[in-house]
């Protein structure tokens, strides 16, 4: 329905624009949510572009800029003069002016900062100055702040003459001498029972904060756990100096899921969006992988090569490999991505290895006998009897069974603790995924497969 909606918007537009009706394109966009309004830019033609965004009101000018897609923010920046382009600047916060400035090349990033204002350079140089991924590469210096002696009602009056600046004002930090004391919702302010009452006599003093370096998805996590809707960030020595708002948490956790499942799939990630990506960007980003497991499949090749006497005495063994692999490589697949979600949301740590060991063991056992048991029905059903292979015997079938119930083992046993040992030597646990951990399987169930038959069939 909404898809729908946005089409009629688009075509209605479309119309106003050739007939030059320009006031009622106005009056269309300013009722629309500056999300649903760069949606519909990023569809149109970009020769409309500067002069469609040229109707909209100041502040809805600087939401929906914000909102773009990277080329037509570029788009706009080209078109505006340096006073059209200060004025958006200026309305941006400061955190989404850093993220401009991250997706801009440095020809359009010089012009930017050329114009905006000192403080908002000297935020932007702050924030670029943190490690990526950090939370003060994500923060914002735009908050509240109170002192402890102010009244309530004075503390109302700071905030209705600083707040309109700020990105949020439901929260309020006091500070003395740049240091996070405590904290101070709208709600208690209002709700104070004298306006005489000090900000230090209803602030909450047992407050969570996170410092610069904190790692992102930590911060993410965070906000999840407590239910938060801004969280403070203060420096090693416990000065405030910025906050991270519920809405950059939920774009921290968008960028990590969507890395966590390119490095799953076996690509490298990317900071474009696929209908962004050019042929050649999705190239460079698979291709390294792609080698790396074509290369690591040799130890496979390898294997086979070294039991080519038995494969060649009993050739039925090898229609049993593909099955043999395949379902080693999901058992893995199964236990790494189980283990790499509990890593990424914090349930599970390095101290908990041999819990997770014994758990996905004990799910291995089962699960390898279960298998066991239909796989020697199928091999004596559909390869004995029904496709009339007399080389498919009871011997042959208990080989590949006991081969199935061990690989599914120690891929289990592979694919849950390979992550966390990633994690703890220091590497993103979404490396040992599926592509990894199949191409280790892969080559331990041959073996398996190899030595039980030598040690029953030869």
């Known amino acids: 329905m909404a898809e729908r909606n946005i089409v009629t918007v688009e075509e209605t537009l479309k119309i106003l624009l050739e007939g030059r009706k320009y006031a009622s394109v106005k009056d269309i966009l300013t009722t629309m949510n500056p999300s649903d309004i760069a949606a519909i830019f990023d569809d149109l033609d970009e020769q409309h572009l500067p002069m469609l965004f040229r109707l909209l009101p100041k502040d809805l ?123 101070c919702s709208i709600k208690d302010l209002l709700l104070a029972k004298d306006d005489n009452m000090l900000v230090s006599s209803i602030m909450e003093t047992n407050f969570i904060s996170v410092t610069t370096h904190t790692d992102q998805e930590e911060v993410a996590q965070m906000f999840s756990k407590y239910n938060l809707l801004a969280l403070p960030v203060v420096d090693s020595e416990g000065r405030m100096v910025g ?70 005495r009993l050739v039925v063994l090898t229609a049993f490999i593909p099955m043999l692999m395949d379902t080693g490589g999901n058992s893995g697949s199964q236990s790494s ?74 891929a289990k046993g592979i694919g849950c603790s390979l992550p966390i040992i990633a994690k703890k030597l220091g590497f993103d646990p979404a490396v040992m995924a599926s592509p990894f951990i199949t191409t280790i399987v892969d080559a331990l169930s041959l073996l398996i497969y190899f030595t039980i038959t030598k040690a029953v069939l030869m």
């Open 337 to 410: 991505v189980t283990v790499i979600r509990a890593l990424s949301l914090g349930e599970v740590e390095f101290e908990d290895i041999g819990k997770v060991l014994i758990k996905e063991l004990c799910t291995a056992v089962l699960c390898g006998i279960s298998l066991a048991v239909v796989c020697f029905g199928k091999v004596m059903l559909v390869d004995r009897i029904l496709l009339s292979n007399p080389d498919v015997t009871v011997r042959v079938a208990l080989v590949v069974c006991a081969t199935m119930a061990l690989t599914v083992i120690v």
């Open 243 to 312: 906050i991270i708002t519920v809405d950059d948490a939920m774009d921290v956790m968008q960028e990590e899921v969507t890395e966590d499942m390119e490095i799953m799939a076996g690509m490298t990630p990317s900071d474009k969006t696929y209908l962004r990506s050019t042929p050649i960007d999705l190239f460079i980003h698979r291709i390294p992988w792609l080698l790396i497991l074509m290369i690591s499949a040799t130890f496979t090749g390898l294997i086979i090569t070294g039991f080519e006497t038995a494969l060649s």
């Open 61 to 183: 000018a600087a939401e929906t800029f914000v909102e773009m897609e990277p080329d037509n923010q570029e788009l706009l920046i080209q078109s505006f003069s340096d006073t059209e382009l200060k004025a958006v600047i200026n309305e941006l916060y400061v955190d989404d002016a850093v993220d401009l400035v991250e997706e801009m090349p440095a020809n359009v990033v010089r012009r930017i900062l050329a114009q905006a204002a000192p403080s908002m350079r000297r935020d932007i140089n702050q924030i670029l100055h943190y490690p990526e991924d950090s939370a003060g590469s994500v923060m914002t210096t735009e908050y509240v702040w109170l002192k402890a002696d102010m009244t309530v009602e004075q503390a109302i009056k700071h905030i209705r003459t600083t707040g309109v600046d700020k990105e949020t004002i439901y929260t309020c930090y006091v500070t003395e001498r740049r240091k996070l004391v405590g904290l």
